[in-house]
């Protein structure tokens, strides 16, 4: 691994080598139904060198401090992506994107990883405000943000559009001085 960061014996954060684009694609191929529903980039996400591309921009935007975006590795299986998809450094904010596998949901898992991504941005990356945004109608992953003391800012109605559907999004926020 390029760079791990565990949350506990089982969970971990991880930017992965390029030999794991496979395991990665593996994983998303299989649970390709339940991804694309959110998710914009699963159907154009056709191959290994795909995952390969993506891998590589998020090894790059590590390095320079543009991004902060990884896999969680739970008991040795690629199962969720999270982390800081976007940085900006001069005004110490970034906001958190994540999805899980169908198999990992309601375990937690994921609300682990979100809290474990705002202590790294609070105190590695030195930010004040951390932002998650995602559709209304995404119940499951809005309920992660409200769990973890996020204030929801607001709506921007039909502001994205995934699969020839528009979805309101949802804006929540967590300033340093909030976080748990």
Same mark, same amino acid.
């Given at each position: 691994?390029i760079?791990?960061?565990?949350?506990?014996?089982?969970l =971990?954060?991880?930017?992965?080598?390029?030999?794991?684009?496979?395991?990665?694609?593996?994983?998303?191929?299989?649970? $390709?139904e339940?991804l694309?529903?959110?998710?914009?980039?699963?159907?154009?996400?056709?191959?290994?060198?795909d995952?390969?591309?993506?891998?590589l921009? $998020?090894?790059?935007?590590?390095?320079?401090?543009?991004?902060?975006? /990884?896999?969680?590795?739970?008991?040795?299986?690629?199962?969720? =992506?999270? !982390?800081?998809?976007?940085?900006?450094?001069?005004?110490?904010? &970034?906001?958190? !994107?994540?999805?899980?596998?169908s198999?990992?949901? !309601?375990? !937690?898992?994921?609300?682990?990883?979100?809290?474990?991504?705002?202590?790294?941005?609070?105190?590695?990356?030195?930010?004040?405000?951390?932002?998650?945004?995602?559709? =209304?109608?995404?119940?499951?992953?809005?309920?992660?943000?409200?769990?973890? &003391?996020?204030?929801?800012? &607001?709506?921007? $109605?039909?502001?994205? %559009?995934?699969?020839?559907?528009?979805?309101?999004?949802? %804006? /929540?926020?967590?300033?340093?001085n909030? &976080?748990?």
């Amino acid at each position: 691994m390029i760079f791990e960061y565990k949350i506990n014996e089982k969970l =971990s954060l991880v930017i992965p080598e390029q030999e794991d684009s496979k395991d990665i694609f593996t994983v998303v191929n299989k649970d $390709r139904e339940h991804l694309k529903k959110w998710l914009s980039w699963v159907d154009k996400t056709t191959s290994i060198k795909d995952i390969e591309i993506n891998n590589l921009e $998020r090894i790059e935007k590590f390095h320079k401090k543009e991004a902060a975006s /990884f896999y969680a590795v739970y008991e040795n299986r690629f199962i969720a =992506s999270v !982390g800081f998809i976007s940085l900006d450094n001069a005004n110490r904010k &970034g906001e958190i !994107g994540y999805w899980i596998l169908s198999d990992f949901q !309601g375990k !937690g898992l994921m609300t682990e990883c979100v809290k474990a991504c705002i202590k790294y941005g609070f105190e590695q990356l030195n930010l004040n405000r951390i932002i998650i945004k995602c559709a =209304s109608e995404n119940v499951r992953s809005a309920a992660i943000p409200k769990r973890l &003391g996020f204030t929801l800012e &607001g709506t921007l $109605r039909q502001d994205r %559009i995934v699969n020839e559907i528009f979805y309101d999004t949802l %804006i /929540f926020s967590l300033l340093k001085n909030e &976080g748990k």
